[in-house]
């Protein structure tokens, strides 16, 4: 076993426990996320690991050795570490950052440039910004010199700490790629801590979720969603993600709503006012005669340029977002949802207009979701009873 | 002489005494030099040693505002009283003022280190030792350096005084302008250089603290 740990507790002075009875063992070339609210004590049971705090009572062993035999500054220098600040040092050229652990162990100056320069190209940013400041790179180049600066001295181990929590979702997403193409591909072990349940997801191949310093669960991603251990693991995991998770071979075309408000690209404004109007709706969809989905209308469109324009062709939008119909429901929920959609137009094969799908039809596979499930008709019978006590 | 206006006064003064000045100069300098660099030797571990203690600080820097807020000819009275007449009596004058801006300004230097920084020094496997040198004094190097500038300016101020316990410096000049008939150029002659040394020293310091600034 690469690092385990048996019956950490963390107490602090006040009487506060911080970590409770905690038991994990870590294989090498794992990507385990912490998981868990504010409080949890995720961050607490890492900087364990690497001694930044000593536990009460129980054991750390790393590839076998307890941890507290050995000197605090010599493990640290064996643990890559990343933090959410990111903390690269101001005072020093990115080349002197990355080289900061091989510096600490006295390398050769030659090594350590050849290392910094390999260490540059590994994400991918230009060798020119090694003589370069951290204040001259943005904040998603910083944190990709804080990742391969916790590389830089072959560590084996990397423990990282909400590392990409104050970045942007792109940013974020990108770096994500990064350590997970960096860690399958170079074989390092890699603790990471992290609030965000898609972060967990996507990276993690053992998820540990907490709660109040204890473990919750210890699972595989899919495990996780498709049998979360209790209430709390279900909240963190989400709605929407249960959705995603649902082993279904539902297709889009199964669920949309076949009678769509559609018109064309020749017809007078005046007319699609009068359509909109008639059928309760603020949008349509454009297609051409031969019914292939072209675009849509919005009702502000055409208030903007009810004016100006006159057909529909002339302030349409093109750029439309649509599902195809046999795509299956939970490769495209997360989508639709992520995009805030209030509906999203289908099509079949030869992108001809077939349908849309509501939020509210995704309504019915959230419900089913959580209540549909043969394990959890208890539930939905205490949820009808009660509904009818009400009355 | 009395046909000469004052700055023909002040001139034939320079031309005649010309080399008196000049080491006058350089005595008042080297007096202030040495006791700000004593304050440093002194001061400087102090304020770091403060601020990685706390609860310290608050009674050190009490006790150096006590010291700044004695008026300095009475301290170098008292300390006259010690030492005896001479040089050494100003420089630990010198020495004690000095302590305050140093002191405070290492310990404020320290104390506005980043803390997330210091969390990935230590956990990349700095020692204690490591941490202060590599990331805690280089980047507090320009706070430091406004203290002693603060302390530079102060202590030319003082050693001026310090001719009344027989140091010599410039003080002599404005002293025995002060004393003469018509004294005005003499007074100037010593007043001029010591005010022309605190700017210029002034203004070298804060070259070299922009200098030493790392994150600018």
Redesign the interface.
Same mark, same amino acid.
């Given at each position: 076993m690469f690092l385990s740990m048996e019956h950490l507790n963390k107490t602090y002075s006040g009487g506060k426990v911080a970590v409770d009875d905690f038991n994990l063992e870590i294989e090498k070339g794992e990507f385990v996320c912490f998981i868990g609210t504010s409080g949890s004590g995720k961050t607490t049971t890492m900087r364990m690991i690497n001694r930044m705090l000593q536990q009460t009572s129980g054991t750390i062993k790393l590839n076998g050795k307890d941890i507290s035999d050995m000197d605090p500054v010599q493990l640290r220098r064996k643990i890559g570490y990343v933090i959410q600040n990111i903390g690269l040092m101001p005072h020093m050229t990115i080349r002197q950052n990355i080289t900061i652990v091989p510096k600490l162990l006295k390398w050769s100056q030659a090594k350590m440039d050849q290392r910094a320069e390999e260490m540059i190209k590994l994400v991918e940013l230009p060798t020119e910004f090694l003589d370069r400041y951290p204040s001259e790179l943005s904040g998603g180049q910083q944190q990709r010199i804080g990742v391969v600066r916790a590389l830089a001295a072959d560590q084996d181990l990397i423990l990282m700490d909400e590392p990409y929590g104050a970045l942007d979702p792109i940013t974020r997403e990108s770096l994500q790629d990064l350590i997970k193409d960096l860690q399958t591909r170079l074989g390092k072990t890699v603790v990471f801590v992290t609030h965000d349940m898609d972060e967990a997801l996507t990276l993690a191949t053992k998820i540990v979720v907490m709660d109040g310093g204890k473990i919750m669960q210890v699972a595989t991603p899919d495990e996780i969603l498709r049998h979360p251990a209790n209430e709390f693991v279900e909240n963190l995991i989400g709605k929407d993600r249960l959705i995603q998770a649902r082993p279904s071979i539902t297709t889009v075309g199964q669920v949309m709503l076949k009678n769509v408000a559609s018109i064309t690209p020749d017809k007078l404004l005046r007319e699609a006012l009068k359509m909109m109007h008639d059928r309760r709706v603020d949008s349509l969809l454009v297609t051409d005669q031969g019914g292939n989905l072209k675009g849509y209308l919005d009702i502000e469109d055409i208030d903007y340029n009810f004016k100006t324009a006159t057909s529909v062709g002339d302030v349409m939008h093109n750029d439309v977002f649509y599902v195809k119909s046999d795509s299956l429901i939970r490769d495209t929920v997360e989508r639709i949802l992520k995009r805030g959609f209030k509906n999203v137009p289908v099509v079949d094969a030869q992108h001809k207009l077939v349908g849309i799908v509501t939020r509210a039809a995704l309504v019915d596979i959230v419900y089913d979701a959580l209540w549909g499930e043969p394990d959890k008709t208890d539930e939905r019978e205490d949820a009808t009873a009660q509904g009818g006590d009400a009355k | 002489m009395a046909h000469l206006n004052l700055w023909e006064q002040l001139l034939y003064y320079y031309q005649h005494n010309g080399v008196y000045v000049l080491s006058q100069f350089s005595r008042h300098f080297l007096i202030s030099v040495y006791g700000v660099l004593i304050a440093a030797i002194v001061g400087i571990p102090i304020g770091i040693f403060i601020a990685h203690h706390g609860k310290l600080s608050g009674a050190v820097i009490g006790i150096a505002n006590v010291i700044q807020t004695i008026p300095s000819l009475a301290m170098l009275s008292i300390i006259m009283i010690g030492l005896g007449l001479g040089v050494n009596t100003v420089i630990v004058t010198v020495f004690l003022y000095a302590l305050l801006p140093i002191i405070k300004n290492t310990d404020t230097g320290m104390r506005n280190v980043?803390p997330? =920084?210091l969390?990935? @020094?230590? @956990? &990349? @496997? &700095?020692?204690r030792l490591?941490l202060l040198r =590599?990331?805690e004094l +280089? =980047?507090s190097m320009s706070v430091i350096m406004a203290g002693l500038r603060n302390a530079l300016v102060l202590a030319i101020g003082i050693t001026a005084i310090g001719t009344f316990v027989g140091a010599g410096g410039l003080g002599d000049i404005i002293i025995r302008g002060t004393n003469a008939t018509n004294g005005s150029a003499i007074i100037l002659a010593g007043a001029l250089p010591t005010a022309l040394m605190a700017i210029i020293l002034d203004v070298a310091l804060a070259w070299v603290e922009k200098k030493v600034d +790392?994150?600018a």
């Open positions: - | 980043n997330s =920084l969390d990935a @020094g230590k @956990g &990349m @496997g &700095m020692t490591q =590599l990331v +280089p =980047l +790392p994150t």
